[in-house]
């Protein structure tokens, strides 16, 4: 994941957005007691006589020590703070997967974050300035963490529902997860990096499709999830939470999928430090044997103790669901 800007950055734009909200309340209202008054209680401090809808001025004065003055306006108790705070928080802290609650993290925090950004006027009417990179520059820190952290989710989410897989896990709207700025994201490389490895034949380390075959724009195409999860895994730049072995061992008989429990014993290694070569060399197998394995392909009862052995998972427990599925295939 590329690395989070410094607390401080968040907080000094959070203000800078409070101060051009704060404008367009006053120039709203007009030049009224009720106006400062209004811009008072949502700012909390107390204005200068001679402030009258322009109040982003007050930061961008030569004269004015503006990290001072943004200092003294109180966000620690708003709804924005708590959102980007908890957003903050799920991209520092990277908790094990089993414990992040992803939907809950959508409401309250990353989708109040994307409703945000789209109030905070991009200018001061009357000064001229320009402040859209606030909260439309895509590395500046608002717009940065909304992305990261719905990047962030989509991975937590697909993990979730691999672990706890329906029979038609691997149907293409399943599949529908990372584009290649999210996996550009999660990486911390060059978006370059993430289309070069992304090819529709199969011949590139990640298959891509289209959500829609008319779609003629390449650069919205999907990138197969399982492939994008092993390529994650040999970058230095990807970081996540703890994939743990007795969650996964718990959802393995309610999974319904071959595919998915193939892909499980790839994640246990991907998502855990280590590489497809790495799961290979414990296994036994050759590369592309074990590469099959963890795409749905060879699963057998037999040798799905050996997998999970090597993978850290329960044997009897993993055996036995693929036995099981393997009959109903049958």
């Known amino acids: 994941m590329k690395s989070l800007q410094p607390w401080w950055d968040y907080e000094r734009d959070m203000r800078l957005a409070m101060l051009l909200v704060a404008d367009g309340m006053m120039n709203i209202l007009g030049a009224t007691p009720n106006a400062t008054k209004a811009a008072e209680t949502f700012l909390g401090i107390e204005l200068p006589g001679a402030v009258s809808g322009l109040l982003i001025s007050m930061v961008t004065d030569p004269?004015?020590?503006?990290?001072?003055?943004?200092?003294?306006?109180?966000?620690?108790?708003?709804?924005?703070?708590?959102?980007?705070?908890?957003?903050?928080?799920?991209?520092s802290e990277m908790s094990p997967i089993h414990e992040i609650e992803y939907q809950d993290e959508r409401d309250g925090s990353l989708d109040w974050i994307g409703y945000f950004l789209t109030v905070v006027p991009t200018d001061s009417y009357g000064t001229g300035e320009d402040y859209s990179d606030i909260v439309q520059a895509a590395d500046s820190p608002l717009p940065f963490i909304h992305r990261a952290g719905n990047a962030y989710l989509d991975l937590i989410e697909f993990i979730h529902r691999t672990v706890f897989s329906h029979p038609s896990w691997g149907d293409p709207s399943d599949m529908i997860v990372f584009t290649a700025d999210d996996l550009a994201l999660l990486a911390d490389v060059d978006i370059r990096s993430v289309r070069n490895a992304m090819g529709p034949t199969g011949n590139k380390p990640i298959r891509s499709f289209k959500a829609f075959q008319s779609d003629p724009d390449d650069e919205r195409a999907y990138a197969d999830p399982i492939d994008a999860i092993e390529w994650?895994?040999?970058?230095?730049?990807?970081?996540?939470?703890?994939?743990?072995?007795?969650?996964?061992?718990?959802?393995?008989?309610?999974?319904?999928?071959?595919?998915?429990?193939?892909?499980?014993?790839?994640?246990?290694?991907?998502?855990?430090g280590q590489t497809t070569e790495k799961m290979a060399e414990k296994i036994g197998w050759d590369v592309e044997q074990t590469r099959a394995w963890t795409r749905g392909r060879g699963l057998d009862a037999f040798a799905a103790k050996r997998v999970a052995e090597a993978a850290g998972l329960d044997p009897k427990a993993y055996s036995k669901q693929i036995a099981k599925l393997l009959k109903k295939e049958n």
């Open 63 to 91: 004269w004015v020590d503006a990290d001072t003055m943004l200092a003294t306006i109180a966000i620690d108790h708003t709804h924005l703070f708590r959102t980007v705070h908890r957003a903050y928080r799920l991209l």
């Open 232 to 272: 994650l895994s040999g970058r230095r730049g990807f970081k996540c939470g703890r994939l743990d072995a007795e969650w996964v061992n718990s959802g393995t008989p309610r999974s319904h999928s071959l595919a998915a429990i193939g892909a499980l014993a790839g994640m246990m290694f991907w998502l855990n």
